[in-house]
C-alpha cells in the first residue's frame, strides 16, 4: 500500500536521500485522521556517523566562501520556498495537525523569512572589529563553529529547521538537523530545496530520531554545537550530556508565560492577543501567554466576550481553509491535556468553555475543545506546568505590583505581555516581568528581526535577528605587535 506522505527515504545526507532500515520504524500519524502516511527509519549508529563526516567534510570550504556567497544561496532557497509555499504548507499540515488556514501564512514563511534575513545579513552581520592599542593593534574575527547540531520540536517543524539551520548556515558552519519523532517530513523538504538552490552538499544533512538518537549527535567528538528546542526536562538531558564534552548549546525550552490585561485596555485586542496567545496551533506554542491575569474590574466582561468567541472558533479539517482549530499533534498530548483540564476541574477552577473532546467531528482524529478556565489561583497544577495545548487558565488581580510578583513566581521566563492603555505603566510592567521576550498591547508575534528566546528555565541563547549569528561563531583575537618586543631577560 502507498502511504501519503512517504519520502524517498528517511534521511537526507550528502546531497542525498538515504536508507537504512536496521533503523527503529518511526510512523508518521495524521493528526487529523490516526492514519499512517509516512513509514521512517531512526538514524542507527552508522547513519549518525555518515552523517556528520559528510557535513566535516564539506564545511571548511563553504566557511572559506565570502558571506555575501553564503547568503546568495539561502536567498535562493527562500525564493524557493515561497514558490512552493502551498505544497510545503500542506506537508506541513499532514506532519503537524495545524489548520492550513495557518501553515500557509505561518510555517514555510516563516523559514523563508529566515533565509531571506540571514542571507541578506550574511555580509554585515560577521564583521569582526578593529581595535588600537597605541602602536600595536589588534582586531577581532567571527568564526564557525564547524558542525553543529539542530534537534527540533514537534509544534513548528519546517520553521525550527529553518531558525536554526539559516544562522549556522550562513555563518560558515555545517548543520545536522534531527526533526521531532512526531513530525519527521518538513524537514526532509527544507534539504532538498537548499541543495536545489546551490547548497553543496553534506552541509545540512538531515537524520530521523528520538531521545535515543539525540546524545549519538551530542557525544559526537566533532560536534561543536547543539541548538534544541523542546521541554524543560529534555533541556536539562541535552545541556548535560553537551556539558560532557563543554560544546556550546542553545536552548528554547518551554513556558507558563503571563499575559496581564490591565482594566484600561481595548477589551476586544486584550481577548483576540488571550486567544492568539492559548489557542493559535491548538495550543502548541511555547510562548503562549497561559497565565492571563484580568483586572477584577473587567473580569465578568472578559470572561463573557471571551467564551462567545470562544465558541465560535470552527474546529475540523485542517485542509479546509476555513478552519480554525485543528486536532493536536498526537493522541498522548492531547491525553496529556485532557489530563490536566481533569486536574483543574478537580483543584477548583471554574470551566468556562471546553474541557472534552467536541462531539460532532467524525473520524479518528486527535481533536480537543479550546478551553477556558476562569477562577485559577496561583497553586493549582494547571496555572503553574506547561500544558502545551488549548488550554487557558485566566486568574484574577487587583493591582500592578501584586500581579508582577504573581506573574514572576514562576521557574519559567520565556515571554510575557501586558494589554494596558497607559503606556508608561506597560513600559515599567514589561521592563519587572522576568523573560526573555515581552509585548505590548499584541503577542506572540515573532519576526525574524527581533530576537527571541527565553530567561530562567527557559533556556539560553536566542534565536533570529544578528543576535542569533553570535551563537553560531565565536571571536578569534588577533594581536598584532608593531614594533620590538621588550623583552626584560
Ligand atoms: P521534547 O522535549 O519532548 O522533544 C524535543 C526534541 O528533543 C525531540 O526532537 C526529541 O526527540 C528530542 N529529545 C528528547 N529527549 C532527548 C534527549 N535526552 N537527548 C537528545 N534529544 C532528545 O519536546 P516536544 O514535545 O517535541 O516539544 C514541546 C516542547 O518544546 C514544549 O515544552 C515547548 O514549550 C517547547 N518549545 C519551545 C520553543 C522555543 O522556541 N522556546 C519552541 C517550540 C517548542
Keep these: 500500500m502507498t502511504l501519503k506522505a512517504q519520502p524517498k527515504a528517511s534521511h537526507f545526507i550528502d546531497g542525498e536521500y538515504v536508507e537504512d532500515t536496521d533503523g527503529t520504524v518511526i510512523e508518521s500519524i495524521y493528526p487529523a485522521t490516526g492514519e499512517v502516511i509516512a513509514r521512517l527509519h531512526a538514524a542507527t549508529p552508522a547513519i549518525v556517523d ?272 476555513t478552519t480554525q482549530i485543528g486536532p493536536m499533534v498526537s493522541w498522548a498530548q492531547r491525553e496529556k491535556v485532557l489530563s490536566y483540564i481533569e486536574k483543574g476541574k478537580a483543584e477548583g477552577a471554574r470551566l468556562v468553555t471546553g474541557g472534552g473532546i467536541p462531539n460532532n467531528i467524525a473520524g479518528e482524529g486527535y481533536y480537543i475543545q479550546p478551553t477556558v478556565f476562569a477562577d485559577v489561583t496561583d497553586d493549582m497544577t494547571i496555572a503553574r506546568e506547561e500544558i502545551f495545548g488549548p488550554v487557558m487558565c485566566v486568574l484574577d488581580f487587583d493591582n500592578e505590583v501584586e500581579v508582577v510578583a504573581r506573574a514572576n513566581a514562576t521557574e519559567f521566563g520565556l515571554s510575557g505581555g501586558v494589554f494596558t492603555a497607559d503606556l508608561t505603566r506597560a513600559h515599567r510592567v514589561v521592563d519587572q516581568l522576568e523573560a526573555g521576550t515581552l509585548w505590548i498591547n499584541t503577542y506572540n508575534l515573532c519576526p525574524v528581526e527581533i530576537p527571541f528566546g527565553g530567561s530562567k528555565q527557559s533556556g539560553f541563547g536566542r534565536e533570529n535577528s544578528l543576535a542569533a549569528l553570535e551563537h553560531y561563531s565565536e571571536l578569534k583575537t588577533v594581536y598584532v605587535g608593531m614594533g620590538p618586543v621588550q623583552a626584560p631577560y
Design 50 to 321: 555518515k552523517a556528520i563526516a559528510s557535513a566535516k567534510q564539506a564545511q571548511p570550504e563553504w566557511a572559506a566562501m565570502s558571506p555575501t556567497a553564503r547568503g546568495r544561496i539561502l536567498r535562493r532557497a527562500a525564493e524557493i520556498m515561497r514558490e512552493r509555499n502551498r505544497e510545503l504548507s500542506e506537508l506541513e499540515t499532514l506532519d503537524t495537525g495545524k489548520p492550513i488556514q495557518e501553515t500557509i501564512v505561518a510555517d514555510p514563511t516563516s523559514g523563508a523569512d529566515s533565509f531571506e534575513f540571514f542571507g541578506g545579513a550574511a555580509a554585515a552581520g560577521l564583521n569582526g572589529s578593529y581595535i588600537p592599542l597605541g602602536g600595536d593593534f589588534a582586531y577581532t574575527k567571527r568564526v564557525p563553529l564547524g558542525v553543529c547540531v539542530g534537534i527540533g520540536a514537534w509544534n513548528y517543524p519546517q520553521q525550527i529547521a529553518c531558525w536554526k539551520g539559516a544562522p549556522a548556515l550562513v555563518a560558515g558552519n555545517a548543520m545536522i538537523f534531527k526533526p521531532s519523532e512526531n513530525t519527521p517530513l518538513g524537514a526532509l523538504k527544507i534539504a532538498e530545496i537548499l541543495i536545489e538552490a546551490g547548497l553543496p552538499k553534506g552541509l545540512y544533512n538531515v537524520i530521523q530520531g528520538d531521545r535515543e538518537t539525540g546524545p549519538l549527535l551530542i557525544n559526537h567528538p566533532d560536534v561543536a554545537k547543539v541548538s534544541l528546542t523542546g521541554s524543560v526536562p529534555t533541556g536539562r538531558k541535552v545541556a548535560a550530556t553537551a556539558a560532557g564534552s563543554l560544546k556550546h548549546v542553545t536552548m528554547e525550552l518551554g513556558g507558563k508565560s503571563p499575559l496581564i490585561v490591565f482594566d484600561d485596555a481595548d477589551l476586544d485586542s486584550a481577548i483576540g492577543g488571550a486567544m492568539l496567545g492559548n489557542f493559535y496551533s491548538t495550543g502548541q506554542v511555547c510562548s503562549n501567554g497561559t497565565r492571563v491575569f484580568v483586572n477584577k474590574k473587567i473580569k465578568t466582561e472578559f470572561l463573557k466576550r471571551l467564551k462567545m468567541r470562544t465558541e465560535a472558533m470552527l474546529i475540523g479539517d485542517p485542509m479546509d481553509e
